[in-house]
């Protein structure tokens, strides 16, 4: 039962346009989620979160959009890099049940100079 | 400051063999998370202590995997005996309580032959 999903496994974009990542969850009870950039042969490393109380969060180049209704949140990376490069994974956790993050499968993010 | 560090970041072993994963928090955190990655599930769950206290062992897959946490600076995850089913990326991760972000090791390439 996978409660967060990336159903787009990779992606490809050209340098300086935009990188839409989407991921959808089931359990309406995640009040917090954050995305992780993760290279080959590293670990993950936190890029941006949002709380359930907001529905945008930029930061630099990076805004995160949660639409709750929809149970959907998107990456948007503008505009994208050739360093960018990498794996993005959508976590998701309810912080007054537990510390458990829920990791969607991951989207490999390609971005063409 | 260091980061959390993992050892070995590879491990090669045969079927049936004892294999032990070590694992360092960032000093200071009184989290820690034990994650498995591949490619079919993305990044699961095994484990995670709060202050040295197994909390959830939910995500362990079988009694052939056990974790550790003698102190808040060290803990092992230890699979006996190994089958080739668990090669994977073994990540352990920390956090302290007042945050909400988990910062992720380098992870150990684990093969099982």
């Known amino acids: 039962d996978q409660q967060v999903k990336q159903n787009s496994p990779s992606l490809s974009v050209q340098e300086g346009r935009i990188s839409i990542l989407n991921c959808d969850y089931t359990n309406s009870m995640f009040d917090y989620f954050l995305w992780y950039k993760k290279y080959p042969a590293e670990g993950p490393t936190f890029l941006i979160s949002i709380s359930s109380i907001k529905d945008k969060n930029e930061d630099g180049r990076f805004t995160v959009f949660l639409n709750k209704s929809a149970k959907h949140l998107s990456l948007h990376i503008v505009p994208s890099q050739p360093g960018d490069s990498a794996v993005y994974f959508c976590a998701a956790y309810a912080p007054s049940g537990t510390y458990k993050y829920i990791f969607g499968t991951g989207t490999r993010l390609k971005v063409l100079a | 400051d260091a980061g959390v560090i993992q050892s070995p970041r590879h491990e090669v072993t045969e079927m049936g063999q004892e294999v032990t994963l070590r694992c360092k928090p960032i000093s200071g955190h009184d989290y820690l998370f034990w994650y498995r990655q591949t490619m079919m599930r993305g990044l699961e769950l095994l484990i995670y202590?709060?202050?040295?206290?197994?909390?959830?062992d939910s995500g362990m897959p079988e009694d052939r995997f056990s974790a550790k946490m003698p102190n808040a600076s060290f803990s092992t995850l230890k699979i006996q005996p190994s089958e080739p089913r668990d090669s994977a990326v073994y990540f352990c991760?920390?956090?302290?309580?007042?945050?909400?972000?988990?910062?992720f090791g380098p992870g150990t390439r684990l093969t099982v032959l």
């Open positions: 202590f709060n202050n040295n206290v197994p909390i959830d």
């Open positions: 991760a920390s956090k302290w309580s007042r945050g909400n972000t988990q910062y």
